[in-house]
């Protein structure tokens, strides 16, 4: 990947406390310590980022054969429900209701995924096309996002495309105008989410889960990362 786009990272503190075997992560690029200033958009067109694109080039190659294979990024368009159902069976998460699949895609504020692709290098358009990586956001649309259902085929692990992804997605998100990032972890994963700058705990800040049970008598503390910029 280009160092040009490439998230900003910055040190982090761990200081998380056993629980549930799940992290909930937080990425901000607030100070809570510091007083809210009121600044006016601005107008320069020379302080203002550039869109990113819909879709990135993450990798190209020359196949044997003369075909070349891309792995694509995106941040747009549709995501075929029956594609992601086979890739949330390659990564062995159980099936979920496709109607609720495909709505938590259609209310999502951002849906980003990785695609292999294989095309002639002779022919416009593509001859093969495999989702191959997902992840989404919710969000107020204004200060907060939450990341959910980071995944990548199995046959595609290893290669540093899961951080791709999420660097490339909290890219997104920034250029949105989000500017605080919360996700959910499973432990064997959170060194990865804290290698991309996540924390867990900022000034002792706790996430909370609740969800029913028999004797309605739960409240789960999530641990919370947090980062500052």
């Known amino acids: 990947m280009d160092p040009s786009s490439r998230v900003e990272l910055l040190p982090y503190l761990w200081d998380a406390?056993?629980?549930?075997?799940?992290?909930?992560?937080?990425?901000?690029?607030?100070?809570?310590?510091?007083?809210?200033?009121?600044?006016?958009?601005?107008?320069?067109?020379?302080?203002e980022e550039e869109p990113m694109p819909d879709e990135i080039v993450l990798v190209e190659k020359k196949l044997p054969d003369g075909m070349i294979e891309q792995i694509v990024f995106s941040s747009g368009g549709d995501v075929d429900i029956y594609d992601l159902q086979a890739l949330c069976d390659q990564v062995g998460w159980p099936r979920r209701p496709l109607t609720k699949v495909a709505a938590a895609l259609k209310n999502s504020f951002m849906v980003a995924a990785l695609h292999l692709i294989r095309k002639s290098p002779d022919?416009?358009?593509?001859?093969?096309?495999?989702?191959?990586?997902?992840?989404?956001?919710?969000?107020?649309?204004?200060?907060?996002?939450?990341?959910?259902?980071?995944?990548?085929?199995?046959?595609?692990?290893?290669?540093?495309?899961?951080?791709?992804?999420?660097?490339q997605l909290i890219r997104a998100l920034?250029?949105?105008?989000?500017?605080n990032i919360t996700l959910f972890a499973d432990n064997?994963?959170?060194?990865?989410?804290?290698?991309l700058g996540f924390e867990a705990d900022p000034?002792?800040?706790?996430?909370?889960?609740?969800?029913?049970?028999?004797e309605r008598k739960m409240t789960n503390f999530w641990t919370f990362l947090h980062v500052y910029r």
């Open 123 to 167: 022919t416009e358009g593509y001859d093969q096309k495999v989702l191959i990586g997902l992840a989404r956001a919710t969000s107020d649309h204004a200060f907060n996002a939450t990341i959910w259902d980071v995944l990548v085929d199995p046959n595609y692990q290893g290669q540093g495309l899961g951080k791709a992804l999420v660097e």
């Open 203 to 214: 000034d002792g800040i706790k996430g909370m889960f609740w969800y029913p049970r028999k």
């Open 174 to 179: 920034l250029q949105r105008d989000i500017g």
């Open 17 to 47: 406390q056993a629980g549930y075997g799940w992290l909930l992560l937080c990425r901000s690029f607030l100070k809570s310590n510091s007083s809210p200033v009121m600044e006016s958009p601005s107008t320069s067109a020379e302080e």
């Open 188 to 195: 064997q994963v959170v060194d990865f989410y804290k290698n």
